[in-house]
Every structure is written in structure tokens, then in C-alpha cells.
T-cell receptor, first 112, second 107 residues
């Protein structure tokens, strides 16, 4: 079955550590996105990529980094520079930019 | 700039009808999306309007007026499972999401 997966579902991190969140899709979508959602808030765009080996900063890119070496994969690294990383992270993909986005199940990151 | 506004919370009764409004300002326009998000889960796609007018899909309908920068989501015959957040979102090249409207359904 085609879909978009994120792992792990829950992730704990000690302050000062980098952590990488996985996002994989087998929908053959060109565009992929990372969002952050805080309790009771909407989605804020961190990074997006419309094609392999290219990506753009969203509204809140500081403290995060991404790579897009393969069409299927768009991992997000939360660096120690991100001062308030505890949040729900959602990955999405679409056929191309601006089209309907399909979301993965999300990763809940908790900094201890 | 780009901005999307929708009410923060709404309450309705099981079996009733509710309308969730959304106004938007974007530098370009390529349609308007509505997503549903249950607590703790990922958003799921509900509808996409690119032309003016009403599009009906079962109990859910979505309306768009491009000249007014306005859309609404209409939910009929409300069920308890409709308790969720409803997110309005607009392109152009990336999608800008509103903060969502939390809909509470009372029995």
C-alpha cells in the first residue's frame, strides 16, 4: 500500500543533543514538507522540498536542518540550537508544490 | 503578505449544522484546502476548491469566493466523531495553514 511513514512515534531527547526524525513516502510525490505543531496551535512550516537535492526554509527553520538525497526520504534534524524543540512534528508530501498534501502519523518529540 | 484567519473554537449540537468560516490573503492563489485533524493525530484531507461556488461531498460541503477571499466548510447532521480541529489552508507554491477551528459537539 502507498503511504507516508514517520518514525519513531515518540522520541525523547536530552537537552543539547541533536536528533533526526525520519519521513519516508512511496507515493512517488515530488514535494515533501515538515511542520511543527504545538498544543492547541496550527501547523507551522519548517522546511519544504519540491525536488530531490533542493529544499527551502519555511517560517521557523532556525535550529532545524534537512536533506533530500532521495525522492522517497526527507529526514529532519532537530539541532541543539533549537531552544524549544518539544512539539508534535508532522511530515507531508504532495505530487507537486501547492497540491493536496498527505500527512504521516507524526512524531512527538519530548526534550528532557 | 500571506494570512489565513478562522475562528479558534466553535460548539454545536449532535444532529445540527455548523459552518466554519475562513478568510485568506495570499500573494498568489491556487485553490483552498480544508483538512480535519482529530486530537493527537495527523490532518486528513477533506476538500479542495479552486473555482467559486459550493462543492458537496456527503455530509461535508465547502464554499469558495475568490473575489472576497472567503471560504466556509459546512458540516451537516453532526456526529460526535466530527469533534476535531478543522484547518483551512491555501497555496501558492507551498501551503499556508490557518491555526484551525476546534469544533466541540454536544450530545
Amino acid at each position: 500500500d502507498g503511504g507516508i511513514t514517520q518514525s519513531p512515534k515518540y522520541l525523547f531527547r536530552k537537552e543539547g543533543q541533536n536528533v533526526t526524525l525520519s519521513c519516508e513516502q512511496n507515493l512517488n510525490h515530488d514535494a515533501m514538507y515538515w511542520y511543527r505543531q504545538d498544543p492547541g496551535q496550527g501547523l507551522r512550516l519548517i522546511y519544504y522540498s519540491q525536488i530531490v537535492n533542493d529544499f527551502q526554509k519555511g517560517d521557523i527553520a532556525e535550529g532545524y536542518s534537512v536533506s533530500r538525497e532521495k525522492k522517497e526520504s526527507f529526514p529532519l534534524t532537530v539541532t541543539s540550537a533549537q531552544k524549544n524543540p518539544t512539539a508534535f512534528y508532522l511530515c507531508a508530501s504532495s505530487i507537486e508544490g501547492g497540491e493536496t498534501q498527505y500527512f504521516g502519523p507524526g512524531t512527538r518529540l519530548l526534550v528532557l | 503578505g500571506q494570512n489565513i484567519d478562522q475562528p479558534t473554537e466553535m460548539t454545536a449540537t449532535e444532529g445540527a449544522i455548523v459552518q466554519i468560516n475562513c478568510t485568506y490573503q495570499t500573494s498568489g492563489f491556487n485553490g483552498l484546502f480544508w483538512y480535519q485533524q482529530h486530537a493527537g493525530e495527523a490532518p486528513t484531507f477533506l476538500s479542495y476548491n479552486v473555482l467559486d461556488g459550493l462543492e458537496e461531498k456527503g455530509r461535508f460541503s465547502s464554499f469558495l469566493s475568490r473575489s472576497k477571499g472567503y471560504s466556509y466548510l459546512l458540516l451537516k447532521e453532526l456526529q460526535m466523531k466530527d469533534s476535531a480541529s478543522y484547518l483551512c489552508a491555501a497555496p501558492p507554491d507551498k501551503i499556508i495553514f490557518g491555526k484551525g477551528t476546534r469544533l466541540h459537539i454536544l450530545p
